[in-house]
């Protein structure tokens, strides 16, 4: 069986093979199970595998990769124009088989077993920061059913803790007991906070890409750690890579008209936030320095709201962690007269 091309739709458990010879004919067509996947495989010469880029797709492109077979990942809404009518597995693995083949179809780099344990430690301490802040809305709203409020921020939840002492008679002992609770969890919370930064910290001491992304204004070492586990050769520009995390404006252009509207807020969600945080603090603190960055700043600000500002810093950093990462030196601060 001569198969030059497969389509390989995963699941958890199900996994839906389609293959090709060299002339289009479909050779292949099955059905297989998890456990009978590397098996099927294995018997077959290295051939081109198509798949798309989801849940655990990273993990089967290195196992069949060490099959010697090339395998090719897709972002799934690039697969779909290929589906033809109804929608199954069947379906789906055709599409896949059809899309790996087309000349101008985007590929995702596959992502090594350390890069994605990086971006695990990035998941477990962005969910780790929604779960703390979720329980500071919920005690401050409690406490201030009995008149007891503080300033905004996480760090002044301390000045409530008086408050839950004993001796106050403020508020009753099933709320106090209550809220000392809640106060319990958000303490182990901070802990495991700064356990995960304490690990991405030791990654970018030993990172030399993270370390001149750090050197970028507004990118601190967590979002240099999440930018350097890219792959910048996946990239034709900067343009293209600010593209991809969705800091450009949609386009609904027809019959020559160019219509552009809001930022496209497509590609990776994550690194797009800690990028627009970056750019908040560059557009906050702007008018204290002189850097080329900061003038340019201001003078969109004259003109401009704040938070269009912010995401047109945010798209320029992004352009700049590309330049950074491609040319492989640091960020290089060019004199204001120039």
């Known amino acids: 069986m001569q198969v030059s091309t497969v389509g390989l739709d995963i699941a958890k458990n199900v996994f839906q093979v389609h293959g090709v010879d060299d ?24 051939c081109l595998i198509g798949m798309e880029a989801c849940a655990t797709a990273h993990h089967w492109a290195r196992e069949l990769g060490a099959l010697g077979h090339e395998v090719r990942l897709m972002p799934p809404a690039y697969v779909k124009a290929y589906v033809k009518r109804n929608k199954n597995d069947a379906a789906d693995a055709e599409a896949i088989c059809e899309a790996v083949t087309r000349p101008t179809m985007r590929f995702v780099p596959v992502k090594s077993a350390e890069a994605q344990s ?3 430690l990035h998941r477990a301490r ?14 401050r709203a409690h ?56 690990e991405l910290l030791r990654w970018h001491r030993i990172n030399p890409v993270s370390q001149r992304l750090e050197t970028i204004p507004g990118i601190g070492f967590i979002t240099a750690m999440a930018a350097s586990v890219r792959d910048a050769r996946a990239f034709r520009s900067g343009r293209q890579f600010a593209a991809w995390l969705g800091l450009v404006p949609r386009q609904n252009s027809s019959g020559g008209k160019d219509r552009l509207g809001g930022i496209s807020k497509m590609g990776d969600r994550y690194l797009r936030h800690l990028l627009v945080i970056g750019a908040t603090a560059v557009v906050r603190y702007t008018r204290r320095k002189t850097t080329t960055i900061s003038l340019w700043a201001n003078r969109l600000l004259e003109r401009k709201p704040a938070r269009l500002v912010t995401v047109a810093v945010a798209n320029k950093m992004a352009r700049i962690v590309w330049a950074v990462m491609a040319r492989q030196e640091n960020y290089r601060t060019v004199p204001v007269a120039a």
Do not use: N
């Open 143 to 198: 406490l201030a059913e009995y008149g007891i409020v503080a300033a905004r921020g996480i760090s002044r939840l301390r000045d409530l803790l008086p408050a839950l002492d004993a001796g106050a008679r403020i508020i009753p002992e099933l709320a106090r007991q209550t809220l000392l609770l809640v106060a319990q969890l958000i303490e182990a919370l901070t802990i495991q906070i700064r356990k995960i930064d304490t």
């Open 126 to 139: 962005h969910l780790l920061v929604r779960q703390r802040t979720a329980q500071a809305s919920a005690m």
């Open 118 to 120: 990086v971006l695990m």
């Open 23 to 46: 002339h289009g004919r479909t050779v292949l067509r099955r059905k297989v199970s998890r456990g009978q996947l590397l098996k099927l495989f294995t018997g077959l010469e290295p």
